[in-house]
Structure formats: C-alpha cells, structure tokens
C-alpha cells in the first residue's frame, strides 16, 4: 500500500515537471564542474543505498515481519503447550494416586452400602498428603457413587454433590458413559470459582474401583488458573485459548470471563476441523495451533497484527523523514566536502594561469589535504625551479655574450701574437738563451690553450700539462725558491672538466700567498677520486687569509672575481653538486679544493 503511495506521488510530480528540461540542466552541470560532479557523485551514493533500503523494505517489510511472528508464534506455543501438559500430566498422577489409594477406596465402597465409618481424619491425612505443595493450586476431591461420602482439601465443591444432581446435570456423566478402558477424562466444561476465590478453569476426572472392579466413586482434581498463570505473561501473544475439541468450547487464559463455543472467539471462526497444528495467517491476526498430548486439548496463540500494521506506517512516515533529512544533510555536507576539494583545486588552476601568462612571482598555499598538499607543493617546486632556470639560462647567454666578445678581441690577430712569440724564439735561440726561449715556447702553449674556444672542455692530463707550463716560467722567475708537487691519479687523468680551473688556482696560490711570503715557498697540486667525486687539491704554505675571511668560501664577484667564476662555472655545469671549499689560516697557508662529481663529467 505504501510503495503504491509513493509510486503515485512520483508519477503526480513528474506531470508537472519538465524531465527532460531537468535531465539536460543536470547533463550541463555534470560536465561543466567539477563541484558539480562532486556534489552528483555524493548524492547519488547516498540516495542509491537509502532509496534501496527504504522501497525494500516497504515491499517485504511488512510481509518480512509476519513471517517472523509466525515462526515466533509458531516456537512459543509448542513451549506453551509442553508446560500445560507438564502441568495436566502432574495432576492427571496425583488423580491416579488418589484413586488407587486403598483407604480411600476402601471408605467411598462404604459409602457406596451406606455403611460411613466415624472417623475419617487419618483419610483426610492421606489426601492432603497426596496433594502437598499444590493445594493452593489445585482441587482435590472425592465422592461415592451415593454421595454419602464426600472429600475435599478444600470446601466441598456443591456441583460434585451427587445427592442432588441428575443424569444431566452430574459433572461425572461423561465419565460414566466413557469406556471401561478410559482412565480419566480431562475437560473445561466444569469451571466455577472457588469459596477462597480460585478461579478453576480445568477439571481432571477419574473413576474409584473397588476391589469387584465396579465403581463406587470419583476423583475430581480442579486446576486453578494461578497453576498456569506464568505461561500467558510469557509468550507475548494478545490472547492464548485453550480449545477442547471434544466439546467444542474454548477458554481464554488471559482474559478468563471470556468462555464458551467458538462463536464467542472471532479469531476461531475461520478454523476448521479437525484442527491442524501450525500458523493461520489472517488479515489482522496470525492464529498458531499446538496439541498438547495424550489430551484433547488444543493451545491457541492469537497474534494482533493490527497494531504491526499500524506501526508499519508509522515507520514508512519516519523512514520518509528520515530520508528527506538525510538528503538534506548529504547535500550540505557533500556542498562543504565539494568546497573543501575544489576550492584549493581551483587556486591551483588560477595560479598556473597566471604562470602560463608569465608570472613566475605566483605561489598557492599549501591545503591541509594530503594528496592536494602534495600537487600544490610540486607546483610550488616547479615554478621555482622554472624561475631558478631562467636565471641560470640568463647569466649563462651573458656570461656566453662576453666570453664571445673577449674571444673575438682576442682573436683579432692571433698570427701577430705567435710570430712575435717565434720572432723572440729565434733571436733568444741564435743568442743561446735558453730561459727566454724556454718562457717563449711555454708562454705561446698557454696563449694558444686561452684563445682556442673550439672545445670548452679539456681532460685532467691537459689541465695539469697547462699547469706544468706556467710553473715552468714562474720556477725560471723565482728559482729554486719555488718547490712544487704534483699528483693525477692515472684513473681519472682522462676524465673531462671545464677549461682553466686549476691555472686561475695555482696563480693566485703564487700572487696572493707565496709572493708575499718570506722564505721557501711549497705548492702541491692534487687530484685524485674519492667515492663518486673527484677532489682537486692546491695548496700552498703562504701567508693565509686574514682571520675574518670565512673557512667556507662564499662566492661574490665584488672580490676574489677569479675564484668566484671557476665557482660559477662549476655550478653551471654540474649543479649544487660541485664547488670550491677554501681552508686558510694567516701565516699557514691555503688549501682550496675542487669538489666535482665524477657521475657528471665525461671520460
């Protein structure tokens, strides 16, 4: 009933929206943002699972429910009906016992010849001492056949007193006309209320026989209501009937005025015979039927539905609240989520607009989500780096342009340089100076080593050669007073580097450290591989630096102009990777070394 509701509901909206119009605007949205996206993603994967659950459980719910109930019903009555024959079975013995008690046989077959013994205490004794623990539960009592004799733990029930009863009115007439082979007979048809207030609703019936086989007597064993109190109040039903398909009477155990034949029990009237263990399913009601064995007796647990209809509805009208609130909830949470997402999202887009126009000064702050954190600090990285390469790209074109520039000063006439160089040559040759022609020919070999710019690189061996050329001129200068050493590790002696980073070392050891220098003047050049890097060591035992110049050297072009361009070469062609360490102390000497990676350089 409900799903067809809501089915009518959707049709009546959908005549008065234009579906199509909204299909294409949500069609637009979905491919024009990704909030747009976002926001449809999350509230289809919220609407999908409740939608699922709510039609579901409007379409098997209720049915869903009965079936529950039924089996329920189904496994309480079975237990109900154990208890009530636990319950017969123990008075049904106690009848027994009564009945084959020789004392009280004795006395009802004496009764029966209208012969009464006076004294019939230690009869009574024998009674109660057969019903003990249950007399506030049960009923025992006995009569002849004459009732001349007459017992009871209680006050002697009027309708077992056989001296006024006729054929149709004797509580015993059933059991008389039973057979010979029936014990006893159990029935609801005798219900009265005690003088203690007890309300009975069972009677167990039994015959006395005396030793002739002949009945001279009955047993009557009432069952009170308090007796089987506790099995209604713990099954859950709306009713529970006690139906005696002998006497086509029933009885309600929780409401206990309501007694009679079936047409006093509306829920019984559909019931046909005989009676089939099991669940009825009914409009408002489910009827669950168990036998209680070795009786005639039936058990009836009546289940109102009704009331799970009602609440049924109730529920839908929640599920409907609820549904409407989670929409409305997963649509302002997936609006933030959205925002939270697309937000920094769409500054990452902005600012890499603005570095696509050429503004490298942009950069975006960093989202506290993972993931996006991670793009916008790459994109951090990236203009960064972007901006560090343009710098290094424009110094290197001047530094290019002004190296061209002195290439082409130097170049004017390079013919006049080599034969003046050889004009000197020859007339220190004819002269038979050998210093001279010495510094001439090493001399033309460093001038012809500076102006050739066809190869910006020159292997280690060369660099030492060029080196051992100019020490050459300044030993013929300065005599034995200069002592050098010099050390190139074979394994790297072919390995390439820029040109003219050791000769700019090795003259300023000489200007700025030895010259000043008083005494023998020591310089070592070193190059040799330490792990990936290959170290290049000059130093000398010159006068030092002073004490404020730093350990560490840092590169400026405002002073030191010849280290800070081998340093700049250095970086520009290796990166962070190489550069020049500078270690002094005043009147000590220097030491500066070239750290260069041999993972970069060419063999």
Do not use: C
């Given at each position: 009933?409900?799903?067809?509701?809501?089915?009518?509901?959707?049709?009546?909206?959908?005549k008065?929206?234009?579906?199509?119009?909204?299909?294409?605007?949500?069609?637009?949205?979905?491919?024009?943002?990704?909030?747009?996206?976002?926001?449809i993603?999350?509230?289809?994967?919220?609407?999908i699972?409740?939608?699922?659950?709510?039609?579901?459980?409007?379409?098997?719910?209720?049915?869903?429910?009965?079936?529950?109930?039924?089996?329920?019903?189904?496994?309480?009555?079975?237990?109900?009906?154990?208890?009530?024959?636990?319950?017969?079975?123990?008075?049904?013995?106690?009848?027994?016992?009564?009945?084959?008690?020789?004392?009280?046989?004795?006395?009802?077959?004496?009764?029966?010849?209208?012969q009464i013994?006076?004294?019939?205490?230690?009869?009574?004794?024998?009674?109660?001492?057969?019903?003990?623990?249950?007399?506030?539960?049960?009923?025992?009592?006995?009569?002849?056949?004459?009732?001349?004799?007459?017992l009871?733990?209680?006050l002697?029930?009027?309708?077992?007193?056989?001296?006024?009863?006729?054929?149709?009115?004797?509580?015993?007439?059933?059991?008389?006309?039973?057979?010979?082979?029936?014990?006893?007979?159990?029935?609801?048809?005798?219900?009265?209320?005690?003088?203690?207030?007890?309300?009975?609703?069972?009677?167990?019936?039994?015959?006395?026989?005396?030793?002739?086989?002949?009945?001279?007597?009955?047993?009557?064993?009432?069952?009170?209501?308090?007796?089987?109190?506790?099995?209604?109040?713990?099954?859950?039903?709306?009713?529970?009937?006690?139906?005696?398909?002998?006497?086509?009477?029933?009885?309600?155990?929780?409401?206990?005025?309501?007694?009679?034949?079936?047409?006093?029990?509306?829920?019984?009237?559909?019931?046909?015979?005989?009676?089939?263990?099991g669940?009825?399913q009914?409009?408002?009601?489910?009827?669950?039927?168990?036998?209680?064995?070795?009786?005639?007796l039936?058990?009836?647990?009546?289940?109102?539905?009704?009331?799970?209809?009602?609440?049924?509805?109730?529920y839908?009208?929640?599920?409907?609240?609820?549904?409407?609130?989670?929409?409305?909830?997963?649509?302002?949470?997936?609006?933030?989520?959205?925002?939270?997402i697309?937000?920094?999202?769409?500054?990452?887009?902005?600012?890499?607009?603005?570095?696509?126009?050429?503004?490298l000064?942009?950069?975006?702050?960093?989202?506290?989500?993972?993931?996006?954190?991670?793009?916008?600090?790459?994109?951090?990285?990236?203009?960064?780096?972007?901006?560090?390469?343009?710098?290094?790209?424009?110094?290197?074109?001047?530094?290019?342009?002004?190296?061209?520039?002195?290439a082409?000063?130097?170049?004017?006439?390079?013919?006049?340089?080599?034969?003046?160089?050889?004009?000197?040559?020859?007339i220190?040759?004819?002269?038979n100076?050998?210093?001279?022609?010495?510094?001439?020919?090493?001399?033309?070999?460093?001038?012809?080593?500076?102006?050739?710019?066809?190869?910006?690189?020159?292997?280690?061996?060369?660099?030492?050669?060029?080196?051992?050329?100019?020490?050459?001129i300044?030993?013929?200068?300065?005599?034995?007073?200069?002592?050098?050493?010099?050390?190139?590790?074979?394994?790297?002696?072919?390995?390439?580097?820029?040109?003219?980073?050791?000769?700019?070392?090795?003259?300023?050891?000489?200007?700025?450290?030895?010259?000043?220098?008083?005494?023998?003047?020591?310089?070592?050049?070193?190059?040799?591989?330490?792990?990936?890097?290959?170290?290049?060591?000059?130093?000398?035992?010159?006068?030092?630096?002073?004490?404020?110049?730093?350990?560490?050297?840092?590169?400026?072009?405002?002073?030191?102009?010849?280290?800070?361009?081998?340093?700049?070469?250095?970086?520009?062609?290796?990166?962070?990777?190489?550069?020049i360490?500078?270690?002094?102390?005043?009147?000590?000497?220097?030491t500066?070394?070239?750290?260069?990676?041999?993972?970069?350089?060419?063999?």
């Amino acid at each position: 009933m409900q799903l067809w509701k809501l089915s009518r509901t959707i049709f009546t909206l959908a005549k008065y929206m234009d579906v199509s119009y909204t299909m294409d605007m949500a069609h637009t949205l979905f491919h024009k943002s990704l909030f747009a996206r976002l926001m449809i993603f999350f509230l289809v994967v919220m609407l999908i699972p409740v939608s699922l659950l709510g039609f579901t459980y409007l379409a098997r719910g209720e049915k869903t429910v009965k079936n529950t109930l039924s089996e329920q019903g189904e496994t309480n009555i079975r237990w109900a009906a154990s208890r009530l024959q636990q319950v017969i079975e123990k008075y049904r013995h106690k009848a027994y016992s009564i009945s084959m008690n020789d004392d009280i046989v004795r006395l009802v077959a004496t009764g029966a010849s209208h012969q009464i013994p006076q004294n019939t205490t230690e009869i009574y004794e024998q009674l109660f001492s057969i019903m003990e623990g249950d007399t506030y539960l049960a009923t025992a009592s006995v009569v002849s056949t004459s009732g001349k004799v007459r017992l009871s733990t209680h006050l002697f029930p009027q309708q077992y007193d056989l001296r006024y009863q006729g054929n149709e009115t004797n509580p015993f007439f059933d059991l008389s006309r039973a057979s010979s082979e029936t014990a006893s007979i159990i029935t609801l048809r005798h219900r009265y209320v005690t003088k203690n207030n007890a309300f009975v609703f069972l009677n167990i019936f039994r015959r006395i026989r005396d030793e002739n086989n002949s009945v001279v007597g009955y047993v009557a064993v009432d069952i009170h209501q308090d007796a089987i109190s506790s099995i209604p109040s713990e099954l859950g039903f709306s009713d529970l009937l006690l139906i005696d398909t002998e006497n086509y009477v029933a009885y309600s155990m929780v409401h206990m005025d309501k007694y009679g034949d079936f047409s006093r029990f509306s829920e019984l009237k559909t019931i046909t015979f005989p009676l089939v263990p099991g669940n009825t399913q009914l409009d408002n009601t489910i009827i669950s039927l168990a036998p209680i064995p070795n009786t005639q007796l039936y058990l009836a647990g009546i289940t109102d539905t009704a009331v799970l209809k009602k609440n049924i509805d109730n529920y839908f009208i929640i599920g409907v609240l609820i549904l409407a609130f989670g929409i409305l909830l997963a649509g302002i949470l997936a609006y933030f989520f959205s925002r939270s997402i697309v937000q920094p999202i769409g500054t990452l887009a902005s600012s890499m607009h603005k570095v696509e126009t050429g503004n490298l000064t942009t950069r975006v702050t960093e989202s506290n989500i993972t993931e996006i954190g991670q793009l916008q600090r790459s994109f951090n990285t990236m203009v960064q780096q972007i901006t560090t390469l343009m710098e290094l790209t424009r110094e290197e074109e001047a530094k290019l342009r002004e190296a061209e520039r002195k290439a082409l000063e130097a170049q004017m006439n390079p013919h006049f340089l080599y034969n003046t160089l050889n004009t000197v040559k020859a007339i220190a040759k004819l002269h038979n100076e050998k210093e001279i022609l010495t510094i001439t020919t090493k001399l033309g070999k460093l001038l012809r080593n500076a102006i050739d710019n066809r190869e910006t690189e020159t292997t280690l061996r060369e660099s030492f050669s060029l080196v051992e050329s100019y020490l050459t001129i300044q030993r013929i200068r300065f005599g034995e007073k200069l002592q050098v050493i010099t050390e190139l590790d074979e394994a790297i002696a072919e390995v390439k580097t820029p040109k003219l980073i050791i000769q700019p070392l090795v003259e300023n050891a000489l200007i700025h450290g030895l010259e000043p220098k008083i005494g023998n003047w020591r310089l070592s050049i070193r190059a040799k591989q330490i792990q990936s890097n290959i170290i290049i060591t000059v130093a000398d035992n010159g006068v030092g630096f002073l004490p404020s110049t730093p350990s560490k050297f840092e590169p400026t072009a405002d002073n030191h102009i010849g280290l800070y361009n081998i340093h700049r070469r250095l970086q520009l062609h290796y990166g962070d990777a190489a550069g020049i360490t500078i270690d002094s102390a005043l009147n000590e000497g220097t030491t500066v070394i070239l750290r260069i990676p041999r993972s970069s350089t060419n063999v």
